[in-house]
């Protein structure tokens, strides 16, 4: 079965990096859209990153664009986000999600299958 697998969270002060990974198995991973999702305590899950197939494609909501960066190795099977410039307002439990013939990235509902969560918090 299709395995998500988050790691890379934690605790980091305003304005620290932190690269979030999400290795996946059970699937042939190159030819899955890949997304990142976050949710904040008694918020909604919101997209956060998206990167098409071979990568060539990446989207960002407004919030984080030109703070974070989404890539993957489909030789390795991963998917990766770094995050710079963290903010307080990043604080969320972050989610990598995939599914197969996604068109709308930012949308949760076109997705599959989704990994654990791995926690970020920023401090100020």
């Known amino acids: 079965q299709v395995q998500l697998v988050e790691s890379g969270g934690g605790l980091v002060q305003a304005g620290g990096s932190l690269r979030l990974s999400c290795a996946a198995s059970?699937?042939?991973?190159?030819?899955?859209?890949m997304g990142w999702f976050r949710q904040a305590q008694g918020k909604e899950r919101e997209f956060v990153a998206g990167i098409r197939t071979s990568g060539a494609r990446t989207y960002y909501t407004d919030s984080v664009r030109g703070r974070f960066t989404i890539s993957r190795d489909n030789a390795k099977n991963t998917v990766y986000l770094q995050m710079n410039s963290l903010k307080p307002e990043d604080t969320a439990v972050y989610y990598c999600?995939?599914?197969?013939?996604?068109?709308?990235?930012?949308?949760?509902?076109?997705?599959?299958?989704w990994g654990q969560g791995t926690q970020v918090t920023v401090s100020s």
């Open positions: 999600a995939t599914g197969y013939g996604v068109i709308r990235m930012d949308v949760p509902g076109a997705y599959n299958y």
């Open positions: 059970g699937l042939t991973f190159s030819s899955y859209g």
